[in-house]
């Protein structure tokens, strides 16, 4: 099975600190995803990449940066994070370009709290 | 991106059939529709996806409106372990792999 995972599933930080969120996947996929969920607005898209060092923009990108260096590993990265960034925040990933059946696999979440 | 309605929740018994419905009456011929669903505490699964043609897998059953301005996602025989926020998606197939979810349907099933 493919195994998505994230390295916390509850984080609490404090305003201004820099907040790093891991995600790794195991089986080889070209896109991952950063999506983040709150009540009443459903997940919204973050960044995206379709392959190593190549980031795009999501829907709501502002207050946040993404890094991929390898293949397997997607960070989204809060520079200073803000109480707003309190949210539901779920890493999914997929094959590939060119298969638009695709389907994508989610991480379980990490819940982050900004004090 | 175009858009889907989805009602906010509905309620089921166990064994019983469950159809949940979406309307996407702005769907281009290039957008593929897809569900997925969020159980308590988990991130969204995929479910089933179709283009044109009823779709049908272990999971559920898509029916999809022949001017495909509306789909139904099907569960056969609903279980406590279906609770879960149920997702309609759009994906267009030439402009990015990305998804775009909405607010979902909460399905309650009772015993």
């Known amino acids: 099975d493919v195994k998505v995972t994230q390295s916390s599933r509850y984080l609490v930080k404090r305003t201004g600190e820099k907040v790093f969120l891991e995600c790794v996947q195991d089986?080889?996929?070209?896109?991952m995803f950063w999506y983040r969920q709150d009540p009443g607005l459903g997940l919204r898209l973050i960044y995206f990449s379709y392959d190593v060092k190549m980031k795009e923009k999501g829907d709501i990108p502002e207050g946040y940066s993404v890094s991929r260096e390898k293949k397997e590993r997607f960070s989204l990265i809060l520079e200073s994070a803000s109480t707003n960034q309190t949210s539901m925040y779920l890493c999914?990933?997929?094959?590939?370009?060119?298969?638009?059946?695709?389907?994508?696999?989610f991480g379980s979440g990490t819940q982050l709290s900004v004090l | 991106d175009a858009k889907t309605t989805q009602p906010n929740s509905m309620e089921s018994n166990e064994e019983e059939p469950v159809h949940l419905p979406c309307n996407h009456s702005t769907i281009s011929g290039t957008d593929y529709i897809h569900w997925y669903r969020q159980l308590p505490s988990q991130g969204p699964e995929y479910v089933i996806h179709g283009l044109t043609s009823n779709v049908n897998n272990r999971m559920a059953s898509l029916a999809i409106a022949e001017d495909r301005k509306s789909s139904t996602l099907i569960l056969h025989r609903a279980t406590l372990r279906d609770a879960a926020v149920y997702y309609c998606?759009?994906?267009?197939?030439?402009?990015?792999?990305?998804?775009?979810f909405g607010t979902g349907t909460r399905l309650q099933v009772f015993p």
């Open positions: 998606i759009l994906r267009d197939a030439y402009n990015t792999d990305k998804l775009i």
């Open positions: 089986m080889d996929h070209e896109n």
């Open positions: 999914a990933s997929s094959y590939g370009p060119g298969d638009h059946g695709e389907k994508l696999f």
